[in-house]
């Protein structure tokens, strides 16, 4: 497990034990801080990494298996860091590929995952610039790799993903 808390230097365990690494070692690119709403359930939420000066900056994950099922996890939460209240949005890729665009607000957290097999041995996750007035940035990154056989799909270039998350039968957060 590779769980990246964007925007701090150091390491840390949250309350439920999961060992978080600050995020110098995975990109050289853009400027650290902490949002100013810090209302989040999760506290790897309350930093962020946000790019001002480039169109597209990169996560390099290196030493993961190639052709083994990983999730990708990518968690955004806005928070007002800039003190502007106008939540950004702009595009998410991994390995070179459009994910998705995001769209963030000012006091809600999103995330994307996609499960997919690396053709190389390592995982790139951009954000990328879509309009000059937008600043990128990402919150957190967290990476696991499957054993074999779970999520198999017909062909290997197969990728899944994230549509919705639903707790059925529950009004208590999962």
């Not at 790019?51 to 030493?63: A, D, E, L, T």
């Not at 800039?82 to 459009?98: M, T």
């Not at 990402?138 to 056989?149: P, T, V």
Request: glycine content about 8%; hydrophobic content about 30%; proline content about 4%.
């Amino acid at each position: 497990f590779l769980n990246i808390d964007c925007g701090e230097a150091g390491n840390h365990s949250n309350r439920l034990g999961i060992n978080w690494v600050g995020d110098d070692g995975y990109t050289k690119a853009g400027k650290a801080t902490q949002v100013r709403n810090s209302d989040t359930y999760d506290p790897e939420l309350n930093s962020l990494r946000y790019f001002p000066s480039q169109k597209k900056s990169c996560y390099v994950i290196p030493g993961v298996n190639r052709g083994s099922k990983h999730v990708v996890r990518a968690s955004f939460f806005y928070g007002n860091y800039d003190g502007k209240s106008l939540p950004p949005s702009f595009d998410l890729q991994f390995d070179g590929n459009h994910w998705d665009s995001v769209t963030t607000s000012s006091n809600e957290s999103y995330y994307w995952e996609v499960i997919y097999a690396p053709k190389r041995d390592n995982i790139s996750v951009c954000v990328a610039q879509t309009s000059s007035d937008q600043i990128p940035f990402i919150s957190a990154l967290e990476i696991r790799e499957f054993e074999l056989g779970m999520y198999e799909t017909v062909d290997k270039e197969d990728l899944l993903l994230i549509w919705r998350r639903t707790a059925f039968g529950t009004k208590d957060l999962v």
